[in-house]
Antibody, heavy 123, light 109 residues
Framework: QVQLVQSGAEVKKPGSSVKVSCKAS????????FNWVRQAPGQGLEWMGG????????KYAQKFQGRVTISADESTNTFYMELSSLGSEDTAVYYC????????????????WGQGTLLIVSS | ETVLTQSPGTLSLSPGERVTLSCRAS???????LAWYQQKPGQAPRLLIY???SRATGIPDRFSGSGSGTDFTLTISRLEPEDFAVYYC??????????FGPGTKVDIK
């Protein structure tokens, strides 16, 4: 069974960048899409973007376009989300999640989630 | 872009009670690509229902989903102590962005 293990909590200054990782283990990740979803304190869930490495597909939510970069290192089954120009509003828990489909497009249905990475943006 | 509205915002119930949660879409959800997730404090969301009515792997049969078009329902037939959580509906399948509803919190009365 695939498990997703994310990197640890981060504290960043406003204006800086953060790169969060998500390592998949315990099974094949080939052809699956991997997404990033965030949750601000006490708030709901917000999709940021996703990647399907085997099809060179990357999609971003318009809200984060130009500020987020999602990438993958297939050799290590690790996925990354880099967010730049951080502000206090980016304080949130960031989750990676596996798309249930192996299609060439992101299906948006997620069956396996990482444990979450807390990002605190504070001066 | 579809907007999902969930009601009520919070439900206070006792173990053993029946729960009905509502999710309404601002436009018809194609192919009934509507999912429900459960999230407990400090945990990642867990997929419960997809395709409006299909249970995900390992989900107890006290959870059921129904609906089509713009109106969907998640029912918990008999609340167990571990069911107190926040429940989100989500539209998937069409082009991104993938949208969640604001959630319904089910807490202990």
């Amino acid at each position: 069974q695939v498990q997703l293990v994310q990197s640890g909590a981060e504290v960043k200054k406003p204006g800086s960048s953060v790169k969060v990782s998500c390592k998949a283990s315990g099974g094949t990740v080939s052809n699956y899409g991997f997404n990033w979803v965030r949750q601000a304190p006490g708030q709901g869930l917000e999709w940021m973007g996703g990647i399907i490495p085997s099809f060179n597909t990357v999609k971003y939510a318009q809200k984060f376009q130009g500020r987020v970069t999602i990438s993958a290192d297939e050799s290590t089954n690790t996925f990354y989300m880099e967010l730049s120009s951080l502000g206090s509003e980016d304080t949130a828990v960031y989750y990676c999640a596996r798309d249930i489909s192996t299609s060439w497009f992101l299906f948006g249905l997620w069956d396996i989630w990482g444990q979450g990475t807390l990002l605190i943006v504070s001066s | 872009e579809t907007v999902l509205t969930q009601s009520p915002g919070t439900l206070s119930l006792s173990p053993g009670e029946r729960v009905t949660l509502s999710c309404r879409a601002s436009q018809s959800v194609s192919s009934n690509y509507l999912a429900w997730y459960q999230q407990k404090p400090g945990q990642a969301p867990r997929l419960l229902i997809y395709g409006a009515s299909s249970r995900a792997t390992g989900i107890p049969d006290r959870f059921s989903g129904s609906g089509s078009g713009t109106d969907f329902t998640l029912t918990i037939s008999r609340l167990e102590p571990e069911d107190f959580a926040v429940y989100y509906c989500q539209q998937y399948g069409s082009s991104p962005p993938f949208i969640f509803g604001p959630g319904t919190k089910v807490d202990i009365k």
